[in-house]
C-alpha cells in the first residue's frame, strides 16, 4: 500500500481495525513468548493499539513503528504520558519510559536503531501489506530482530471475496514467509463474530514462530 492510503485512512478518521480494547488472543497466548519484565518487545505498524499498554503493563520494553504521526501523538495521548521527540534523518522517536515509537517508514529501521529485541508481536503487520510488499517485509522483520520468536495475528477468508486490507493470511503464507526460519505453532484460529467487516466469513488465527 502506498504512505498515501494509510494517512488518508487516519485523517478521515477510517480506523476500523482499531480495537478498543487489547486483542483478547494477546491476552491468551502471551505466556506462550515466555518473556520476563525487562525485556524488549517490537510492534510493527502499531496505529495507536491498545496493546501497548498491555504490554507496558506486564513490565515490557515496547519498541514499535507507525507510519502516521496522528496515531503516534494519539497513542502517547491516550496513554497519558509526554513523547520526547528526536529527528533522525527520515524518521522521528518519540520516547517515554519504557516505550519508543519510531514515526515514519517501517523500511527506514535499522537494527542500530531499534536496539536488542527479544520478541515480536505482530497484530496488524503482515495483514496490512499487499502481496508483493509482504516477502520484503517479512526479510526486513527478520534481519531487524535477528529472528526472534515472533506472536503473529492474521485473518483467515477467501481473498477473491473482498479487497484488502485487511488481507487474508493462511497457513500456507504463514509457512511460504517464515518456514526455512522458525518453527511454526498455530496456537489458536477463531471464527470472526459477525464477519469479516459485519460481511464475510473469516477466522482470526495465532500463530507463535520459535
Excluded at 514499535?64 to 497513542?75: C, P, Q, R, S
Excluded at 526479510?139 to 520468536?149: E, Y
Excluded at 509457512?175 to 489458536?188: D, G, H, I, P
Aim: proline share 2%; charged share 20%; glycine share 6%.
Amino acid at each position: 500500500m502506498q504512505a498515501s492510503f494509510w494517512h488518508s485512512k487516519w485523517d478521515k478518521g477510517e480506523i476500523g481495525f482499531h480495537l478498543d480494547q487489547a486483542n483478547p488472543l494477546l491476552l491468551k497466548h502471551f505466556d506462550s513468548l515466555a518473556l520476563t519484565k525487562g525485556q524488549t518487545i517490537f510492534v510493527p505498524l502499531c496505529g495507536k493499539t491498545k496493546d501497548i499498554a498491555w504490554l507496558l503493563a506486564q513490565g515490557l520494553n515496547v519498541v514499535a513503528v507507525e507510519l502516521n504521526k496522528t496515531a503516534v501523538e494519539a497513542l502517547f495521548s491516550e496513554l497519558n504520558v509526554t513523547a520526547q521527540i528526536t529527528q533522525l534523518d527520515e524518521l522521528n522517536l518519540y520516547k517515554a519510559k519504557q516505550l519508543s515509537v519510531f514515526q515514519g517508514d517501517f523500511f527506514n529501521l535499522s537494527s542500530e536503531l531499534i536496539g536488542k529485541i527479544d520478541a515480536v508481536y505482530d497484530r496488524a503487520a503482515l495483514i496490512a501489506l499487499p502481496i508483493e510488499m509482504r516477502i520484503k517485509y517479512t526479510q526486513q522483520i527478520m534481519q531487524l530482530t535477528n529472528k526472534v520468536k515472533q506472536l503473529i495475528i492474521c485473518v483467515e477468508y477467501q481473498q477473491a471475496e473482498m479487497q484488502g486490507p485487511p488481507f487474508a493470511i493462511h497457513a500456507e503464507d504463514i509457512s511460504a514467509y517464515y518456514a526455512k526460519s522458525y518453527q511454526l505453532n498455530l496456537l489458536e484460529s477463531i471464527k470472526v463474530e459477525g464477519g469479516l467487516k459485519g460481511k464475510l466469513a473469516a477466522n482470526e488465527s495465532i500463530w507463535l514462530l520459535s
